[in-house]
């Protein structure tokens, strides 16, 4: 570093000296035990000169709050410039943002002129040029672009709420973001950034389908809607799907004949698996339509659940259940690993099964099925009109009146519509995951067919599992009290937490890319507010 920008820098700090959200921002201290000999860097910014810059730039409240307290708490000294010049954790910064813009697309982060700037001030031989107060002006400008990027890249651009998600959002302080940054010097920003291991992965697979779009994407496959290709058929077609699969990584063979050959096998049942499509080997007009999505399409489904990735906490704690809706697949896990994974049905799209957090704290046998409002005035009462025994008939009984309407409820047995189990986890939306009689639905390969609430292939194991440290409740105490005519509640201590969350691509535990069909269009809701189209100033 030369000596002329020591002295530029130098200059701003004499000059300074004689002119005297996301998370809840608290008001904090000074360090005074910072100072010109022990700080990182040598340069301090006086206060005063601070808050003309949040005057003349009017950040939102709680920028200004964590704009103040960032250099409060670490006495106004300067955190992306030393007395030699740029900080290393700026260049590694700088990069990493760079890299975001590049990933995301991020219009909202991506100003040219000040883009530019930082850009020439990357390279050393520029520094010389630069005016006294445009550093100053320069260091603060690079804290606020910190916080806005770490908002962005970190906790999300949009409003989940809005969205209908309704699991509370991970909280991002981004100046004791900037504080772990700077300490650890810019190194390591992997082990850095505040986002979960699904995050991680699911990233590397936008970045993965960037390069496939750069070199061409792929081309579609001939669909006929009649036509299965097995082991020992030949076919175009089946050239083209090792082709395909080829490009997306699922097929290392480098096989490009016609023939279908038993080494295909495993790469198709893959392939299968990650689209959630019955892994028989088999390909059918279903796998061919969905390896036709294009990779623009694909790449927008991605860059989608990144952005609702960045709403969950960074590492939820504890055991866990996770239903993923668009999976039909309900998640038991144990200290961040998953112990067991369940099949599920869920809401039909006229009756969507909400996204929102719970705590499950009732295991009930036998249970009584109370028809919902909306069944007993749409479906009950015209099945009453064309048969007055239709109640018997169904095992249900009327135990009132609600605002006009009469209070069904059906008694526990084989018929009910709840099976021989439910657990409740208290919620406003009325939903709870219990057995089905109708257990043919399970084979499906796409499961939306009920009112809102969940159905379990597998009940009994997770009634299994939630009561395995309640030893009284031995598997023929279950089996009673599932078989019984009289409900039984069981408290569960202590609850487990349930999350009921909405994904359309994720990179399971054996490194494979899956994508789902967005049954509720929840995805497009989301594209309309993620890929609007700004001018970059």
């Not at 760079?98 to 219009?107: L, Q, R």
């Not at 039984?488 to 535990?509: G, Q």
Request: proline share 4%; aromatic share 10%.
């Amino acid at each position: 570093m030369n000596k002329i920008l020591s002295v530029t820098i130098f200059a701003i700090l004499i000059f300074s000296s004689c002119h005297g959200q996301r998370v809840k921002i608290v008001e904090v201290q000074s360090d005074k035990t910072i100072t010109p000999a022990t700080s990182f860097s040598k340069l301090f910014i006086d206060s005063a000169k601070l808050e003309v810059f949040i005057k003349e730039h009017e950040p939102e409240d709680s920028n200004a709050a964590q704009l103040r307290n960032f250099y409060k708490r670490r006495n106004y000294q300067f955190a992306w410039f030393t007395e030699d010049g740029i900080a290393e954790h700026t260049r590694s910064f700088w990069n990493l943002h760079n890299n975001y813009i590049s990933d995301f697309g991020d219009t909202d982060l991506k100003f040219k002129n000040f883009h530019r700037h930082i850009d020439l001030l990357m390279n050393d031989d520029m520094l010389i040029n630069i005016a006294t107060e445009r550093v100053l002006q320069t260091e603060l400008e690079l804290t606020m672009h910190f916080f806005e990027y770490s908002n962005n890249a970190y906790s999300g651009k949009l409003n989940p709420d809005e969205l209908q998600w309704h699991i509370p959002r991970k909280k991002i302080n981004a100046g004791i973001l900037l504080d772990s940054l700077i300490a650890r010097s810019g190194k390591n920003l992997q082990d850095w950034e505040p986002v979960n291991i699904y995050y991680q992965r699911l990233k590397k697979e936008l970045v993965h389908y960037h390069a496939i779009d750069k070199a061409g994407g792929w081309q579609e496959i001939a669909l006929d809607k009649l036509k299965k290709y097995k082991p020992g058929d030949t076919a175009l077609v089946i050239k083209q799907v090792k082709q395909r699969l080829l490009i997306s990584g699922n097929d290392k063979t480098n096989d490009t004949t016609e023939y279908y050959t038993s080494g295909l096998i495993a790469a198709i049942k893959r392939t299968q698996k990650s689209f959630g499509i019955k892994e028989d080997g088999v390909i059918t007009a279903a796998l061919i339509k969905e390896l036709n999505v294009s990779v623009e399409e694909r790449i927008k489904t991605l860059m989608i659940n990144l952005e609702r990735m960045r709403w969950v906490p960074q590492q939820p704690q504890g055991d866990l259940i996770i239903v993923n809706i668009p999976e039909f697949k309900l998640h038991v896990f144990e200290s961040a690993k998953k112990l067991f994974s369940i099949n599920i049905v869920v809401g039909k799209a006229a009756n969507n099964t909400v996204i929102f957090t719970g705590q499950l704290n009732h295991v009930v046998f036998s249970p009584y099925w109370n028809v919902p409002r909306s069944i007993v005035r749409n479906e009950i009462l015209p099945a009453i009109k064309r048969n007055r025994n239709y109640l018997a008939k169904m095992n249900m009984e009327q135990t009132g009146f609600n605002e006009g309407l009469p209070m069904i409820r059906q008694k526990p047995g084989g018929a009910n519509s709840l099976g021989k189990v439910k657990f409740i986890f208290p919620n406003n939306y009325s939903i709870y995951f219990h057995d089905t009689p109708a257990k043919s639905l399970f084979n499906e390969d796409s499961r939306a067919f009920s009112h809102g609430c969940i159905r379990l292939a597998e009940p009994v194991k997770l009634a299994t599992y939630l009561l395995r440290d309640q030893p009284e409740w031995t598997k023929q105490k279950m089996n009673r009290a599932m078989t019984s005519s009289v409900e039984k509640w069981v408290l569960l201590k202590p609850p487990l937490p349930v999350f009921i969350t909405y994904f359309t691509a994720w990179v399971d535990s054996e490194g494979l890319l899956n994508f789902r069909k967005d049954i509720y269009s929840h995805d497009q809701k989301l594209a309309k507010h993620l890929f609007v189209q700004e001018d970059s100033n």
